[in-house]
């Protein structure tokens, strides 16, 4: 069974562009993270889809970021204009409904490295 | 505020014990998660702990106590694959809202 892929694994923009991450969850999982880690910072959640609508999005940091998954498969998460603040690893992860006991635990994926310069 | 705290690095030797402490402030709690991170790979999950006390799973222990707002991560038997990071993550009010600690960087020397 594929695990949660993302795309690209690493990415360098320059300040004021635009960037889209991908997430590809494991299939059939209605859950779906973002989470980002900043250099030398602890993870921090970003949103959390179920399938296609936006359950908690209380971690996204500013109007610069926009999460959509169309369609309650895969995610897209732009960052646009970026900003050098905005360099981290951007983790998205998946989970089964809630039905599922939590100790089945969310899978996350190897995360995409952005460099902001 | 939200606060998880777990010591920076720890160093341990290989075939002994480590326990890997995490206190924690959140404003709701409806579970603690303990991850292992290997250097440029994601997160992978060890245990959950809702109730108080001990859940055993293999080589890997861990514990909580709510009213504390504590818990620890005990590692046995220690192999040198162990080096990695663990993260302590506490879920407060929403599902898998998870408020993450910032790691505790475990050296395994032979």
């Known amino acids: 069974e594929a695990g949660v892929t993302q795309f690209p694994s690493h990415s360098v923009i320059e300040k004021g562009q635009t960037v889209t991450l991908r997430c590809d969850p494991i299939?059939?999982?209605?859950?779906l993270y973002w989470y980002r880690r900043v250099m030398g910072k602890e993870i921090k959640f970003l949103l959390h889809?179920?399938?296609?609508?936006?359950?908690?999005e209380s971690g996204m940091p500013n109007n610069r970021f926009l999460a959509e998954r169309t369609g309650g498969t895969y995610s897209t998460l732009k960052v646009q204009p970026a900003e050098l603040e905005d360099s981290g690893v951007y983790f998205c992860?998946?989970?089964?409904?809630?039905?599922?006991?939590?100790?089945?635990?969310?899978?996350f994926g190897q995360g995409t490295r952005l460099t902001v310069v | 505020g939200q606060n998880i705290d777990q010591p920076t690095e720890m160093t341990a030797t290989e075939g002994a014990i480590v326990q890997i402490n995490c206190t924690y402030q959140t404003s709701g709690f409806n579970g603690l998660f303990w991850y292992q991170q290997h250097a440029g790979e994601a997160p992978t999950f060890l245990s959950y702990?809702?109730l108080d006390g001990l859940e055993e799973k293999g080589r890997f222990s861990s514990f909580l106590s709510r009213s504390k707002g504590y818990s620890y991560l005990l590692l046995k038997e220690l192999q040198m694959k162990d080096s990695a990071s663990y993260l302590c993550a506490v879920e407060g009010n929403s599902n898998y809202q998870l408020i993450w600690g910032a790691g505790t960087k475990l050296i395994i020397k032979p």
């Open positions: 299939s059939g999982h209605d859950n």
């Open positions: 992860a998946s989970s089964q409904g809630e039905t599922v006991p939590k100790n089945t635990e969310a899978f």
């Open positions: 702990n809702v």
């Open positions: 889809f179920v399938k296609e609508s936006k359950q908690d």
